[in-house]
């Protein structure tokens, strides 16, 4: 244990945790705090929308084009940003989240819309789809957030059909927001725990930060949660900061994937970089956002006389 933190905070169950994660969820919807609209209503679901649509460039067009003529999966919807301009654009979607609360708005959301949905309540862990259902399984900034990680992305691969893609987000560990958090975050709020007459700082402090040290006075100094809590909506007090977050590598996300084929990665994200005119050269290489496309080998022959022969009897 380094000596800027104190102890690890116990771990819970699995069923315990899942059911930490899901209170959160329901508590904080994905984006609903980033508009000043009452949660649910239409303007809260267009203003999110049209702020999503801002983020539209090259890379999420190529991903939309790679999405027709396949049946896809979403696995952890949210309320819906993704959903709806894969759907507005034709494509076979089905939305899956773990928050009762989440999956409500995202129905809410496309009845205002108008537009047809197919929303699924489920575990990442265990799919409600047969082997092989889908062209396209994502999910983006999700799983790496649960009790399980490879095992949902075991069932992402399941639920693939061969020849499919699997297209996952998880935060880099191998990131400028890592070494942020842990090197110089992280040692500055010990610092202030210690010494505190630093507080007075703090109101000079991003919104950020101060909510970070607000964690950590109130429940306890560990890089774990701090980590976690950097990269989502977290602030002090019961259910109002995400239980956990994983952070991975490009070679562990390869393992997690092991026998997927074409993988691509890349990079995106740089939050509270100082030198934007360096942003070009480190976001590709140090990006918090580290998205990875691969593809499912496709059926041998052998393998499809098999299943039709199956398919016979």
């Known amino acids: 244990m380094s000596l800027l933190e104190s102890p690890a905070p116990p771990r819970n169950s699995p069923e315990t945790e899942k059911q930490d994660l899901r209170r959160y969820w329901d508590t904080h919807p994905i984006s609903t705090d980033s508009v000043p609209y009452e949660v649910g209503s239409r303007e809260s679901f267009e203003a999110i929308y049209e702020k999503w649509k801002q ?3 090259q890379m999420r067009l190529d991903f939309l084009e790679s999405c027709r003529g396949r049946k896809v999966l979403e696995v952890g919807c949210g309320i819906g940003k993704d959903a709806r301009f894969l759907t507005e654009n034709g494509i076979d979607y089905t939305g899956l989240d773990y928050s009762f609360r989440t999956l409500g708005l995202a129905h809410r959301h496309f009845d205002f819309a108008g537009l047809r949905k ?3 309540t489920g575990d990442a862990v265990a799919l409600p789809f047969a082997d092989n259902t889908f062209g396209l399984a994502m999910s983006i900034g999700v799983i790496h957030h649960i009790v399980g990680t490879p095992e949902a992305c075991r069932e992402l691969v399941r639920v693939t059909a061969p020849g499919g893609i699997v297209r996952v987000m998880f935060y880099n560990r191998e990131s400028y927001h890592y070494l ?3 090197w110089i975050v992280r040692p500055l709020i ?3 725990l210690h010494v505190r007459p630093l507080e007075a700082f703090l109101r000079w402090a991003p919104e950020k930060f101060r909510h970070l040290y607000a964690i950590s006075k109130q429940h306890g100094l560990s ?6 809590t950097s990269a989502d909506t977290s602030f002090a007090g019961q259910d109002n900061f995400i239980p956990r977050s994983g952070f991975w590598t490009e070679r562990e996300m390869r393992e997690l994937f092991s026998g997927m084929q074409d993988f691509c990665f890349i990079r995106r994200d740089l939050k509270y970089f100082p030198f934007s005119f360096l942003r070009g050269w480190v976001e590709p290489r140090w990006g918090f956002f580290l998205t990875m496309t691969a593809r499912k080998p496709a059926a041998s ?3 499809r006389a098999a299943a039709a022969a199956t398919a016979s009897h």
């Open 223 to 228: 890089r774990e949660r701090l980590l976690a």
């Open 190 to 192: 010990w610092l202030m």
């Open 180 to 182: 942020l958090v842990n």
């Open 118 to 120: 197919r929303f699924v």
């Open 301 to 303: 022959s052998r393998t």
């Open 55 to 57: 983020t539209i460039d």
